[in-house]
């Protein structure tokens, strides 16, 4: 919670220093929907990494899985949501993560 909390404070420091104190008001409006679920996003991803480490996992095949497992994920989400190109190389790289993932949990 620190850490986050530490980051949040000097995030919002660089904030009003790039946009400008008298902006702030202005940018603050701009902001939607998917920046909070954003936020919910990373919660979410460290409280799985803190279950994972309490359920005896490594701390690199913890992060490892889970750093492929959200990037085939982001891959699906920004196909059929933003209409991303998928490329063949990119099918070929989940093949190959899904492959791994096997290989790390034999």
């Given amino acids: 919670m620190l850490t986050y909390l530490v980051a949040a404070i000097i995030s919002a420091v660089i904030f009003v220093f ?8 202005v940018e603050m409006a701009k902001i939607n ?9 990373i919660v979410g991803l460290e409280v799985g990494y803190v279950f994972v480490y309490r ?3 490594a701390v690199s095949t913890a992060s490892v ?8 994920v ?10 991303e190109n998928v ?15 096997v290989l790390i949990n034999l």
Wanted: charge should be positive; include cysteine; hydrophobic fraction near 60%.
């Fill in 18 to 25: 790039m946009s400008g104190p008298s902006n702030v008001g």
């Fill in 33 to 41: 929907w998917i920046s909070i679920v954003l936020a919910l996003a």
């Fill in 55 to 57: 359920a005896g996992w």
């Fill in 65 to 72: 899985v889970a750093n492929i497992g959200l990037a085939c």
């Fill in 74 to 83: 982001l891959l699906i989400v920004g196909y059929f949501l933003y209409k």
């Fill in 87 to 101: 490329s063949i190389q990119q099918i070929i790289g989940i093949i190959l993560c899904m492959f791994g993932l």
